[in-house]
């Protein structure tokens, strides 16, 4: 079973940048393919970025895509999410995910693809 923990949510202005991290445990981190998802107050959760479980392929939220930007390191059992020129719509707690189970090859961004959750980070972009 893998574990997930993310942090590095805090506070920030709106154009800034925070990176947030997934730090897993339990097995094997590089099998699995991750993903970011996010919650605003009142919203469902959505997708934000997802990462192969080599890290060679991406995919992104049109939301989001030029300004975050995903990666793993499978030495350090972590992935990573950068987000630049932050807004104030970006505000929600961010979870990190993996895919454990069923087929691992490809690109997932479904919520109902992930098993596994982190307990979320809360980022506020004030504006």
């Known amino acids: 079973q893998v574990q997930l923990v993310e942090s590095g949510g805090r506070l920030v202005a709106s154009g800034g940048s925070l990176r947030l991290s997934c730090a897993a445990s339990?097995?094997?981190?590089?099998?699995?393919?991750v993903a970011w998802f996010r919650q605003a107050p009142g919203k469902e959760r959505e997708f934000v970025a997802t990462i192969s479980w080599s890290g060679g392929s991406t995919a992104y939220a049109d939301s989001v895509k030029g300004r975050f930007t995903i990666s793993r390191d499978n030495t350090k059992n972590t992935m990573y999410l950068q987000m630049n020129s932050l807004k104030p719509e970006d505000t929600a707690v961010y979870y990190c995910?993996?895919?454990?189970?069923?087929?691992?090859?490809?690109?997932?961004?479904?919520?109902?693809?992930?098993?596994?959750w982190g307990q979320g980070t809360q980022v506020t972009v004030s504006s």
């Open positions: 995910a993996a895919k454990t189970f069923g087929r691992k090859v490809g690109l997932w961004v479904a919520l109902t693809d992930y098993d596994t």
């Open positions: 339990g097995r094997t981190f590089s099998n699995y393919p």
